[in-house]
């Protein structure tokens, strides 16, 4: 097929009101540049070698569709459906992909680095060794995606749905992933150095080997979490953290902020921890450093009634007042 019968095709079933059909076609090889393929059906279409530069393809259907090696640079890809398409080693830097689903796609080595990925579906999606460094992936959904050895540097991932995600040996310093479900997730050996973890839900994740360096987890939710296979806790903010039921043990804590955490029932025997520390945490049923139960302080006993007691000070200033007092009225009885 050339690129005059594509164009004809979805000019003619546009006058007709209905939906182009493209699917399962072989457009291998062509040069489709700045074509108009809004909503359009490709389903199962080969596209390999295609050029799609500048194309529009907002709300087209490419489900299974054959990119491999294609050119979608400064195409419109806003609501695209791409789910199960092969899009492995793709180039897709800083180019806008909100909405966009890639439900099973294959992005594996892609390039998609300062990428808008808003909104968009990656559930089950394999991105084994992609580069997402600084993209937006605000709200995106990502559950069981393979994001084993990715680059996440600097990635925006707040409110994202990454549970049972394989982030295995993922660098994602400084990324943000504050509120973000990271349930079951692997993170093992993954470098998370300096992330804002922030209100981030982390019950059943692997965090063996993880480093967590300045990592920020205020509020987050670690309920019954191993961080003593953690590689580095140095200056972590576990400041109003849920760690109730956590193992701790062994662990060097002595530069994190746990202040308002929620420690009850957690194992920190062993570690290294000072008691200004624990000061505002939460403590009950824990088992402290030196291995035994939390005892709550008994708080002091009542008294009978107030008992009020000059100070010398106190006293000497009362004397001093009812002396000048005294001096002014014998002033006055004179005149």
Same mark, same amino acid.
């Given at each position: 097929?050339?690129?005059?019968? *594509?164009?004809?095709?979805?000019?003619?079933?546009?006058?007709?009101?209905?939906?182009?059909?493209? $699917?399962?076609?072989? &457009? %291998?090889?062509l040069?489709?540049?700045? !074509? #108009?393929?809004?909503?359009?059906? &490709?389903?199962?279409?080969?596209?390999?070698k295609?050029?799609l530069?500048?194309? $529009?393809?907002?709300?087209?259907?490419? +489900?299974?569709?054959?990119?491999?090696?294609?050119?979608?640079?400064?195409?419109?890809?806003?609501?695209?459906?791409?789910?199960?398409?092969?899009l492995?080693?793709? #180039?897709?830097?800083?180019?806008?992909?909100?909405? /966009?689903?890639l *439900?099973?796609?294959?992005?594996?080595?892609?390039?998609?680095?300062?990428?808008?990925?808003?909104? +968009?579906? &990656?559930?089950? /999606?394999?991105?084994?060794?992609?580069?997402? %460094?600084?993209a937006?992936?605000?709200?995106?959904?990502?559950?069981?995606?393979? @994001?084993?050895?990715?680059?996440?540097?600097?990635? =925006?991932?707040?409110?994202a749905d990454?549970?049972?995600?394989?982030?295995?040996?993922?660098? @994602?310093?400084?990324?943000?992933?504050?509120?973000?479900? @990271?349930?079951?997730?692997?993170?093992?050996?993954?470098?998370?150095?300096?992330?804002?973890?922030?209100?981030?839900?982390?019950?059943g994740?692997?965090?063996?080997?993880?480093?967590?360096?300045?990592a =920020?987890?205020?509020?987050?939710?670690?309920?019954?979490?191993?961080?003593s296979? *953690?590689a580095?806790?140095?200056?972590i903010?576990?400041?109003?953290?849920?760690?109730?039921?956590?193992?701790?043990?062994?662990?060097?804590?002595?530069?994190?902020?746990?202040?308002h955490?929620?420690?009850?029932?957690?194992?920190l025997?062993?570690a290294?921890?000072?008691?200004?520390?624990l000061e505002?945490?939460k403590? #009950?049923?824990?088992?402290?450093?030196?291995? $035994?139960k939390?005892?709550?302080?008994?708080?002091?006993?009542?008294?009978?009634?107030?008992? *009020?007691?000059? $100070?010398?000070?106190?006293?000497?200033? !009362?004397?001093g @007042?009812?002396?000048?007092?005294?001096?002014i009225?014998?002033?006055?009885?004179?005149?």
């Amino acid at each position: 097929m050339e690129r005059g019968q *594509v164009i004809h095709t979805i000019k003619a079933a546009r006058k007709q009101g209905e939906i182009p059909n493209l $699917s399962e076609l072989d &457009l %291998s090889e062509l040069d489709l540049s700045g !074509v #108009d393929l809004r909503g359009a059906n &490709l389903i199962q279409a080969n596209l390999e070698k295609s050029n799609l530069r500048k194309a $529009s393809l907002i709300r087209a259907t490419l +489900v299974e569709a054959n990119l491999n090696k294609v050119d979608l640079s400064r195409a419109y890809l806003h609501g695209a459906r791409l789910d199960g398409a092969n899009l492995s080693r793709i #180039d897709l830097h800083g180019e806008n992909l909100d909405t /966009a689903s890639l *439900v099973g796609t294959n992005l594996n080595k892609a390039n998609l680095r300062k990428a808008y990925l808003r909104w +968009v579906k &990656l559930n089950e /999606a394999s991105l084994f060794e992609a580069d997402l %460094s600084q993209a937006n992936l605000r709200a995106a959904t990502l559950k069981q995606a393979n @994001l084993s050895q990715a680059k996440l540097p600097k990635t =925006n991932l707040s409110k994202a749905d990454l549970s049972q995600a394989n982030l295995h040996r993922a660098n @994602l310093a400084e990324a943000n992933l504050s509120e973000a479900n @990271l349930n079951k997730a692997d993170l093992s050996q993954a470098n998370l150095r300096l992330a804002n973890l922030a209100g981030s839900n982390l019950t059943g994740a692997n965090l063996e080997g993880t480093r967590l360096g300045r990592a =920020n987890l205020r509020g987050a939710n670690l309920s019954g979490i191993n961080l003593s296979a *953690v590689a580095n806790l140095k200056k972590i903010n576990l400041s109003e953290a849920n760690l109730s039921q956590a193992d701790l043990q062994e662990l060097d804590l002595s530069e994190a902020n746990l202040s308002h955490a929620d420690l009850s029932e957690a194992n920190l025997t062993g570690a290294k921890v000072n008691e200004a520390q624990l000061e505002y945490a939460k403590l #009950d049923g824990a088992t402290m450093p030196d291995g $035994s139960k939390y005892t709550p302080k008994e708080a002091p006993p009542p008294t009978d009634g107030p008992t *009020v007691r000059a $100070s010398g000070k106190h006293r000497a200033t !009362v004397s001093g @007042l009812a002396a000048s007092l005294a001096r002014i009225k014998k002033h006055q009885q004179r005149k």
